[in-house]
């Protein structure tokens, strides 16, 4: 997936000004920034939830997105989401829902309504449904928030599975928690993206 020369603004307020970025296969990429810096906006313009101001955005294959408001049906069961989306996408199986179900710890839930799962667990379903199709790139706003800390763990290890599968994983947070589990990192301040080190873990 590649944005070039993106720009978006709210009436007269420009939360991004000219953003370029370029995911690679094979990398897990992380951007940073403050509360209202432009994070989410930038991720909603990358999934086509948004059309940007100026500028494009190119990919190819199937992307997945899971964005920071987690979009559930409270009356449907976890198994009943599955279900749904895999007559969506025309899926044979569940395979890769199951797997990332097993490392998040969400199977035992699986005949639980969403409405009554706790905040976190509503989380890991968001995730599930973001990966369930087998993307090559996936853009994940605030993805473990929620999380306890051995979920947010699991969470790194399915990060890492993904990227070296040659996957593009793309983690936006406002904390920049494990940097050196990312093998590249920027901050997006003043509507544009910096650069910063990271190292691969």
């Not at 998040?104 to 599930?128: H, I, P, W, Y």
């Not at 199709?133 to 928030?145: M, N």
């Not at 699991?154 to 947070?173: M, N, P, Y």
């Amino acid at each position: 997936m590649e944005v070039v020369d993106v720009h978006h603004r709210y009436g007269k307020r420009f939360v991004l000004r000219g953003v370029d970025l370029r995911l690679s296969p094979g990398a897990l990429t992380g951007i940073v920034g403050e509360n209202g810096a432009g994070k989410s906006t930038f991720v909603k313009i990358m999934a086509g939830e948004l059309r940007p101001s100026a500028g494009r955005v190119r990919h190819d294959g199937r992307f997945g997105y899971c964005p920071q408001q987690v979009v559930v049906n409270d009356a449907l069961t976890v198994r009943q989401h599955l279900l749904l989306l895999q007559a969506a996408f025309r899926l044979a199986d569940l395979r890769h829902a199951e797997e990332v179900m097993d490392v998040l710890g969400l199977a035992e839930f699986v005949d639980e309504r969403a409405g009554v799962l706790s905040g976190g667990t509503r989380q890991k379903l968001n995730l599930t449904l973001a990966l369930m199709h087998d993307p090559r790139v996936l853009l994940l706003d605030e993805p473990y928030q929620g999380f306890d800390w051995d979920t947010y763990l699991r969470f790194w290890e399915l990060a890492a599975r993904l990227r070296d599968r040659g996957c593009s994983v793309l983690v936006v947070s406002h904390l920049a928690y494990d940097t050196e589990r990312l093998d590249e990192l920027w901050c997006l301040s003043g509507g544009r993206l910096q650069r910063h080190l990271a190292g691969a873990a």
